[in-house]
């Protein structure tokens, strides 16, 4: 079993930057692969990113490549969402989600077990 809590989000003016940050409960954190999720109302929920289990491989969504990133701490328990650059059209509930045995779908939703409370992201214009 584990427990995600996302941190970090809030309002930021287009061009900003904001660091999202998702704890993890257990002792095999290494062992999950990570992901970041938004959600704006109204849309379906959408891949932003995902890091394997020991931080060397990453992937991103087309929307936000070259503009996030994704990063975790092992030693932490925490993952993080760098994000660069921002748009008003980033504005979305982020969740980050876990799960162990996800292999190339780590871009789809239902795939994953495991999954925070969510964390709003305003960009103002």
């Known amino acids: 079993q584990v427990q995600l809590v996302e941190s970090g989000g809030g309002l930021v003016q287009a061009g900003g930057s904001l660091r999202l940050s998702c704890a993890a409960s257990?002792?095999?954190?290494?062992?999950?692969?990570m992901g970041w999720f938004c959600q704006a109302p109204g849309k379906e929920r959408e891949f932003v990113a995902a890091?394997?289990?020991?931080?060397?491989?990453?992937h991103y969504g087309t929307s936000v490549k070259g503009r996030f990133t994704i990063s975790r701490d092992n030693a932490k328990n925490t993952v993080y969402l760098q994000m660069n650059s921002l748009k008003p059209e980033d504005t979305a509930v982020y969740y980050c989600?876990?799960?162990?045995?996800?292999?190339?779908?780590?871009?789809?939703?239902?795939?994953?077990?495991?999954w925070g409370q969510g964390t709003q992201v305003t960009v103002s214009s």
């Open positions: 989600a876990a799960d162990r045995w996800i292999g190339n779908s780590y871009a789809v939703s239902g795939e994953y077990d495991y």
């Open positions: 257990g002792r095999t954190f290494s062992n999950y692969i």
């Open positions: 890091i394997s289990g020991s931080g060397g491989s990453t």
